[in-house]
């Protein structure tokens, strides 16, 4: 049986050359994803669009052959799923009506909430339909911390005070928060599983944002516990845990959670991306800026990368989204510097 | 010879009681504070009246009795020494004019630069003159890295993509802009401890956004460069760096650039802030989010950052600027918490 790179890679496995997929890689860089988003309608439409999203998941596949194709959705889906209200503005980004008491958490109600969120589950048979057996399909969720962040604050925030006054002041109202969140993040990623899902990756974007002791409550516990009851439902699927800006944390949230992989940002050095891959495969993180710079800096930093890591199991990405600026050149030369 | 308890702690002494003071104690939380701003006009101004600014920097002394003063003023004012405009609009922060190019990186001219800033130093004088022998009194400086952002991107950003694709695409004009941001930091904090500065701290408020070779080039070169340089002239001065968000960069750019002490972030964990004790002095690292909390949440964090800390050299912060909801009861209550 032939596996694709980057399971064999999520495996243990160190292969010649690295599998190579890019967070955001459907996105507003790519002309073909900006045409399909100009006749989508909302940017919500276009994620419960099965037809659509299947569409720009599969453009960078065709476009560039990488390794893994991942969903094109939103990790506020999960809320959306939930009934919470939800729509983007253009240069604000998300805006949710604010969850301002325990009282209105909602309920996770998994029939209600699968129905709002099949056209999703469409999305991934569908993608898994038109991809290879060489290119792996990864379903994902946002991780609770950084979910319950745009559902408390009522979007983006810079300082995140209303999440973390919640969490100081109510440790028990925030629990609550914690597992309505798990739950629905579970059966969400199970039934994309279900769907055709082979890998699933819990973002945790604003890990970063989490002093140690809401770390531990806000990021460690939810994942730990996401990674256990999927690990329950799918013993043989992997979890990527991505805990952006975790920083000096980021040893503890993998052995702690138990993912089988970690996701590494740009601020995490490459002695230290060695010494976790000692433990599991790490993925990884050249700085979006260096894709967008090009030339002579994107050589070396990929030449860097691949020294350090190559060796063992690795799977090249950026440490963090693809920006919209980026030269879809530039993104060709990447993946043809990987592949040597 | 009586030495205040913070140079003490800074000379590597653990005390029986860690000297405390806040990062923006003067600040929008006091009412004192905000009565002063009402009638200093613009926020420049009021960095550059000594008598308005030297009297904000001595409120929250008057009021808490904290072990160390801190110069108000605005890690910008060397930009602004150096000839670049600089305003501060309400809710959108500074606005510069940026810098787009290398032929558009100011000349450190010594004599203008302090004529500039003279009020500064001036400020500096007056502070001392009105603190008592047990009270500390430290200057600062933005570091390069951050300094540079702001001039770069033209205020504040949130992905640094012009500093950093200047750094990827012409690390040659990069080097001029930190070496001249080096030489105008030396001369700045140089007259700062001339006039009475008893210790000195770099902010370098983005260096987590630095991946590890601008880290390198952004972050520990320059401020490598400024330590030494400061060392010629005050040997006996002590030197607190603060790379924000550094993470698991932080033990590294505390050794490669000599710093004496450590300033940390709410994002370090305290095992991993005892271990750096034991090669230097820390500073730190209370979330601003458990002070604006109060009550139980704040208890716990205090109690547990003096477990882990104060038994070596320590000096009780927060991890962060003060907020302006913070209750300044609060303050009160940190302050008596930690003084046992």
Redesign the interface.
């Known amino acids: 049986m032939t596996r694709s790179p980057l399971l064999r890679a999520l495996a243990g496995e160190a292969l010649d050359t690295p599998p190579i997929w890019l967070m955001r890689q459907a996105g507003r860089y790519l002309p073909e994803y900006r045409a399909i988003r100009a006749k989508a309608g909302g940017f919500v439409d276009l994620c419960l669009s099965p037809e659509l999203a299947a569409e720009v998941t599969l453009q960078p596949i065709r476009r560039y052959g990488f390794d893994a194709a991942i969903l094109f959705s939103d990790i506020l889906m999960v809320p959306w799923g939930l009934g919470r209200s939800l729509r983007f503005d253009e240069g604000r980004g998300p805006i949710l009506e604010p969850i301002v008491e325990r009282s209105e958490i909602p309920v996770f109600d998994p029939d209600s909430f699968h129905a709002a969120l099949a056209p999703v589950y469409e999305t991934v048979s569908r993608v898994r339909a038109g991809l290879g057996p060489e290119t792996a399909l990864i379903g994902f969720a946002g991780a609770p911390w950084t979910v319950a962040s745009y559902m408390v604050e009522g979007g983006s925030s810079r300082?995140?005070?209303t999440l973390?006054?919640w969490a100081?002041?109510d440790p028990e109202g925030f629990g609550v928060l914690m597992d309505t969140l798990v739950d629905a993040t579970v059966g969400y990623l199970d039934r994309q599983i279900q769907a055709g899902a082979q890998v699933v990756k819990l973002f945790d974007s604003w890990a970063?944002?989490?002093?140690?002791?809401?770390?531990e409550r806000g990021v460690v516990r939810p994942t730990a516990a996401i990674v256990q009851r999927l690990a329950a439902l799918h013993p043989t699927i992997p979890v990527i845990g991505f805990a952006r800006?975790?920083?000096?944390?980021?040893r503890?949230y993998g052995s702690a959670t138990g993912v089988t992989a970690l996701a590494l940002d740009?601020?995490?050095?490459?002695a230290?991306a060695c010494a976790l891959q000692a433990e599991r495969p790490v993925q990884g993180?050249l700085?979006p800026?260096?894709l967008?710079?090009g030339?002579d800096?994107?050589a070396?930093?990929v030449d860097?990368i691949l020294e350090a890591l190559a060796g063992g199991p690795f799977i090249f990405n950026l440490?963090h989204g693809i920006?919209p600026?980026t030269p879809p050149e530039h993104v060709a030369a990447l993946v043809a510097r990987v592949r040597g």
Chains 1, 2 share one sequence.
């Open positions: 300082d995140f005070a973390k006054l100081y002041r970063g944002a989490a002093p140690e002791v809401l770390f800006g975790a920083g000096a944390q980021t503890a740009s601020g995490i050095p490459l230290m993180n700085d800026m260096a967008v710079a030339g800096a994107l070396m930093e860097r440490g920006v600026q």
